[in-house]
């Protein structure tokens, strides 16, 4: 399967409230773009928000397009984000090329830390055989599921969790609320909705180990 990514701005830099520098990039991993977020190290500062359980900066996989904000302090040798990185993943002919998947994921970092609002959202739409070359403006997109939280960099964790998915076949509706929690794996909140989804012969059974 193709991944392909869609553009949001025309220009490479441009300027923003307050001196900062709005930066846009296509078709690259966060490990290329050589302003270190992405790595989650426990021993270390936030720079990336647990969306994937299976993200790494320089999978190919995670190939996006999008802009980051620097700070007007930055330099060549010190990068300072100062605002909001947005990221888009598009992904032509999954589900054995039946469907495409969009997902934008955005968050904020204030002086060079992690900081503030989270929003995650997950659109899809049929294929009518559209490719990297295709131009996607008319491509009529669904939200399926979104996630929103507020980063609390103080403590490292996340605040005010909200997750919606919108179950088109079933016409059936789910909401996860959550006031405070270290993570927010995707699979995690799926994982959520099937346990309390599921028939009583499908349940899982939970016993007590001792070790």
């Known amino acids: 399967m193709k991944t392909h990514i869609l553009i949001y701005l025309f220009s490479a830099v441009s300027v923003c409230a307050l001196g900062q520098k709005k930066v846009t990039f296509k078709d690259k991993t966060i490990g290329e773009l050589e302003i270190g977020i992405g790595y989650?190290?426990?021993?270390?500062?936030?720079?990336?928000?647990?969306?994937?359980?299976?993200?790494?900066?320089?999978?190919?996989?995670?190939?996006?397009?999008?802009?980051?904000?620097?700070?007007?302090?930055?330099?060549?040798?010190?990068v300072i984000l100062n605002g909001e990185v947005k990221l888009t993943k598009i992904e032509l002919g999954a589900a054995e090329g039946t469907m495409n998947y969009k997902e934008v994921l955005s968050f904020n970092f204030v002086n060079g830390e992690m900081n503030g609002n989270i929003s995650y959202n997950f659109y899809s739409s049929e294929n009518n055989e559209e490719t990297e070359e295709t131009n996607l403006d008319n491509v009529k997109w669904v939200k399926q599921a979104s996630l929103s939280a507020v980063y609390d960099g103080n403590e490292g964790v996340y605040r005010n969790i909200n997750f919606m998915y919108d179950e088109d076949v079933k016409k059936e509706k789910y909401t996860i609320t959550r006031r405070k929690a270290n993570q927010l794996y995707l699979s995690n909140l799926w994982t959520i909705i099937d346990l309390n989804t599921c028939t009583e012969d499908e349940k899982p059974v939970f016993s007590k180990v001792k070790y």
């Open 40 to 78: 989650n190290n426990p021993d270390m500062r936030t720079t990336f928000p647990d969306i994937w359980d299976d993200f790494e900066p320089y999978s190919e996989d995670y190939i996006f397009s999008g802009y980051y904000t620097l700070d007007p302090k930055s330099t060549a040798e010190e």
